[in-house]
């Protein structure tokens, strides 16, 4: 009952800001509802702020015993839905998939997956020493075990 009712609040405070939206929702044992975030231009502490309002004005704290935590997706999570990689084009990722594990800068997405590109240093097909040469892989988002975003420090 309380998990529909969490449902139903989240889904109506997230269509009034098109830009947010659900990577993860759940409720734990102990009635600590968890909402993770993310937004096409991130997530502020004000969106936060609003999401959680929206859901503990409506609940009855008699009726329901319940902790409420609404967090964004932290830069180090890693990317769960198609939404979050457009935003995160430009940037390097590390992705991890069925057949290896590949790193470069993320150039595109659409329907089916990504498009990453890296430079890579290579043996020279005739002689000795290597040439950099860049390649490119199309990644179906149905391989992808895992992708993150590689920070820069």
């Known amino acids: 009952m309380l998990k529909s009712k969490v449902e139903a609040l989240l889904n ?11 990577i993860d929702f759940s409720i ?6 968890r909402v993770v975030l993310d937004g096409d231009e991130g997530v502020t502490v004000q969106d936060c702020v609003r999401i ?8 009855d704290s008699e009726e329901y015993d319940f902790s409420l935590e609404v ?35 993320l150039t595109g997405t659409n329907d089916e997956g990504i498009v990453l590109e890296w430079k890579a240093r290579e043996p020279k097909p ?10 490119k892989e199309q990644i179906n988002f149905s391989d992808i075990k895992e992708a993150k975003v590689i920070l820069k420090f």
């Open 28 to 33: 734990l044992a102990d009635n600590t509802i």
């Open 126 to 135: 005739t002689g000795k020493g290597k040439v950099t040469v860049q390649k």
């Open 12 to 22: 109506d405070a997230l269509e009034e800001d098109g830009s947010l939206f659900l």
């Open 71 to 105: 967090t964004s997706s932290g830069a180090a999570s890693p990317l769960v839905m198609p939404r979050q990689y457009v935003k995160n084009i430009g940037r390097k990722l590390a992705v991890r998939t069925q057949g290896g594990e590949f790193e470069g800068n």
């Open 52 to 59: 959680s309002r929206a859901i503990e004005n409506e609940l």
